[in-house]
């Protein structure tokens, strides 16, 4: 048996957890039954603890390719009363780094337990009756029994639905009481993400795959919880709805997000470092350093634009995007010093919310560019600076912190990048300083990136696109200590003050047409004929930006503000 430590990538608290869990007394809040990064965490019926200590049970590389591969374990080291709700799966290519979810019942020996649920209910917990054997490379067969994984799928009890595979190394069947099944109304639909793994042809009879799951309801309102366990099958498709679900937070008190002390403690010590390229020309600045040097305010049919309050306080409030508003900058000198913004005034403006279920925070930090600079094209070796192409008033550009409500870490962060982004988790993050991490935001368009490099928006086999290139320089941002939170609905009102250009739901720049067809056709002109038809496919592909820019809106018109990131 080998017993396998998740490896202490996870950047944590350290020794600044005393502060960063202080509750304003000379308690430590690990200790208490519940709070933020005090191992447990109660949504309603049941309280979850992460396991991330795991045995072997089997590995598999039949994709012919050893990277591919995927190795499955068994939780273990679950504290008494605690039970397992299914086994995990992992890459090979990475090192050990996930957890499960183990689950207990919550004892109704207090009033406020009574409030959450009807104790007149069945158990929140129940094994299940049988488990059905889903898959083995060896299809059942006595050869090679030693060697080969069983998957076997928990028959819940009726009213009780299944979280997770159960795998061996034998053919015999799992105990009944190796995991357990969840009442149906403590749990949660949830959706196949990454395909983690499938098998080659030729070495099984039968088709596998297995993917990582995630909940269907996600974002700051979201209730899901993933539980860490894997989805597999041989005969599925996307319109089925998986037979593994998550679990869902029916405690409304969110007990385990952290407070406001804990917050301000938290971006302290995790706030990254944002470094802007060497030859940026379109840096940051605050937005009241933006108000305050000339920005103006544009009304539909009115000939002339408005000076903005430094505050936004003139700003119209609330409503929604209806193009009867915009911002725009100045003319003259005025628009030159707006558009290369104010390093100086720079800061990040912080949005707290629950994630995944309130499991964990998300840390979502805005930075705000006076201008958008125009885009870079590359064609294989050739790089052609655009004109006005992709240049905007009013860039708002975002990366998030996500942390763990369990144990305060460090999980991962998302790098937005234009019309998407990515989550890297925090062993795969570059960091500067102690649990610092460093963003790199790309030249002219502030796209977020985790390294250096030249990062390109098109085809990468072509090598045809826009460039983003990101670089460390002496131009940089330390949101540890330049920042402002705006923004944590779940505090309740009045403990964090919206500034009053955050209620501004127009557009913080003015709608730019492009005559972009007409420009990228002269520059296919100017290549080799072999190149041409190629290029002509990839501009069709390009975003809708290259033919057209609207003004971009605020933070809080984003869909993320609620939402979940795009992932």
């Not at 409500?405 to 925090?426: A, D, I, P, R």
């Not at 009053?500 to 056709?521: A, F, H, K």
């Amino acid at each position: 048996m080998s017993v396998f430590p998740v490896e202490q990538d996870r950047r944590f608290v350290a020794a600044g957890y005393g502060n960063i869990l202080a509750t304003g007394s000379d308690s430590h809040i690990s200790a208490r039954c519940e709070g933020f990064a005090s191992g447990v965490i109660n949504i309603g019926e049941l309280e979850v603890l992460q396991i991330s200590r795991f045995e072997f049970v089997w590995g598999s590389n039949l994709s012919q390719e050893k990277k591919k591969g995927v190795t499955f374990y068994k939780p273990v080291g679950i504290p008494n009363g605690f039970f397992c709700l299914g086994y995990y799966c992992q890459s090979n290519n990475q090192p050990l780094q996930g957890y499960v979810l183990v689950a207990r019942e919550v004892a109704c020996s207090n009033p406020q337990a009574t409030k959450i649920f009807n104790s007149d209910k069945f158990p929140a917990l129940r094994k299940p009756l049988d488990y059905t054997l889903l898959w083995s490379p060896n299809d059942g067969s006595e050869e090679n029994n030693d060697s080969s994984g069983y998957f076997w799928l928990p028959q819940p009890p009726e009213g009780y639905k299944a979280m997770g595979f159960v795998v061996t190394d034998k053919p015999e069947k799992p105990e009944l009481d190796e995991v357990r099944c969840v009442r149906a109304d403590l749990t949660d639909s949830c959706e196949t993400h990454h395909l983690m793994f499938k098998t080659s042809s030729k070495l099984s009879k039968l088709p596998f795959r297995v993917w990582s799951l995630r909940p269907c309801h996600r974002g700051m309102l979201g209730k899901g919880i993933p539980t860490g366990t894997f989805f597999c099958s041989c005969y599925w498709n996307h319109r089925e709805e998986p037979n593994i679900v998550c679990l869902k937070n029916l405690n409304p008190s969110l007990h385990a997000m952290p407070n406001l002390d804990q917050i301000h403690a938290l971006i302290k010590h995790y706030g990254p470092t944002v470094f802007f390229h060497p030859n940026e020309s379109y840096l940051p600045s605050s937005v009241e350093w933006f108000f305050k040097n000339g920005a103006l305010l544009h009304q539909k049919s009115e000939p002339k634009g408005q000076a903005i309050d430094t505050e936004g306080s003139n700003l119209p409030n609330g409503g929604k995007n209806d193009g009867k508003y915009w911002i725009d900058l100045p003319n003259g000198d005025k628009k030159t010093i707006l558009k290369s913004g104010n390093l100086e005034s720079a800061k990040l403006y912080v949005h707290v919310k629950p994630a995944l279920g309130g499991t964990f925070t998300d840390i979502a930090m805005w930075v705000f560019c006076p201008f958008n600079g125009p885009a870079t094209l590359k064609v294989g070796l050739m790089n052609i600076a655009l004109n006005k192409i992709g240049q905007h008033v009013g860039d708002w550009e975002h990366f998030t912190l996500r942390i763990s409500n369990f144990t305060g870490e460090l999980w991962s962060m998302y790098f937005s990048q234009h019309s998407g982004g990515v989550w890297v988790n925090s062993c795969d993050l570059e960091f500067i300083e102690g649990n610092k991490s460093i963003v790199y935001s790309s030249r002219s368009g502030h796209a977020s990136f985790p390294h250096p490099g030249s990062y390109l928006q098109g085809s990468s086999k072509l090598g045809v696109g826009i460039r983003n290139d990101a670089a460390r320089s002496n131009l940089y941002v330390d949101s540890s200590i330049q920042y402002e939170i705006v923004g944590a609905e779940y505090l309740g009102d009045g403990v964090v003050a919206e500034p009053c250009w955050l209620q501004y739901m127009r557009e913080w720049g003015p709608t730019i047409v492009y005559d972009s067809r007409s420009e990228l056709n002269r520059m296919i002109s100017f290549l080799p004929a072999m190149f041409r038809y190629s290029v002509q496919n990839m501009f069709n592909k390009f975003p809708l930006e290259l033919s057209g820019e609207e003004g971009p809106t605020g933070p809080k018109e984003k869909k993320n503000w609620e939402g979940d990131e795009r992932w």
